[in-house]
């Protein structure tokens, strides 16, 4: 019995990770996971979380100053953080895009993986006004 609630927490968590467009947090998936399963604890969640991670089937994405988000494994992406709204978007970038960032790794090193977080400012902040420009 233990088994079987398990795992539909951790297919629950996948779940609402999977089809979220805005890289939710844990507290925001607790959330989520409690409509359907209302006695589930934020610990379980974390824990689940975990080891969704530790698995490859969930990317935790760490923001300086905020709780950590996390995002489905989709095809290989790299995430833009606003600075004004919090949000954090996809963004798809060629191998070719990233040429020029690979070509300044040191000397003798190798490059094995790579995960860009542009910090900046969405479209929709940037079209109410910069608030950096305000000023």
């Known amino acids: 019995m233990a088994t079987t609630r398990?795992?539909?927490?951790?297919?629950?968590v996948l779940d609402i990770v999977r089809a979220a467009q805005d890289h939710p947090d844990a507290t925001r998936i607790?959330?989520?996971?409690?409509?359907h399963l209302p006695h589930i604890s934020l610990g379980t969640v974390y824990r689940v979380l975990d080891?969704?991670?530790?698995?490859?089937?969930?990317?935790?994405?760490?923001v300086p100053g905020e709780a950590a988000r996390y995002d489905a494994p989709t095809p290989r992406h790299h995430h833009l953080i606003c600075a004004f709204c919090g949000g954090i978007q996809d963004l798809h970038l060629t191998p070719g895009d990233l040429e020029g960032v690979l070509r300044h790794l040191p000397r003798g090193a190798r490059?094995?993986?790579?995960?860009?977080l542009v910090h900046g400012v969405c479209a929709p902040c940037t079209s109410h006004g910069d608030p950096?420009?305000?000023?």
């Open 30 to 35: 607790h959330d989520d996971v409690r409509r």
């Open 6 to 12: 398990h795992t539909r927490q951790r297919q629950m």
């Open 51 to 62: 080891r969704l991670v530790e698995q490859g089937d969930l990317i935790k994405l760490h």
């Open 132 to 135: 950096a420009q305000a000023s």
């Open 111 to 116: 490059f094995e993986n790579l995960t860009m």
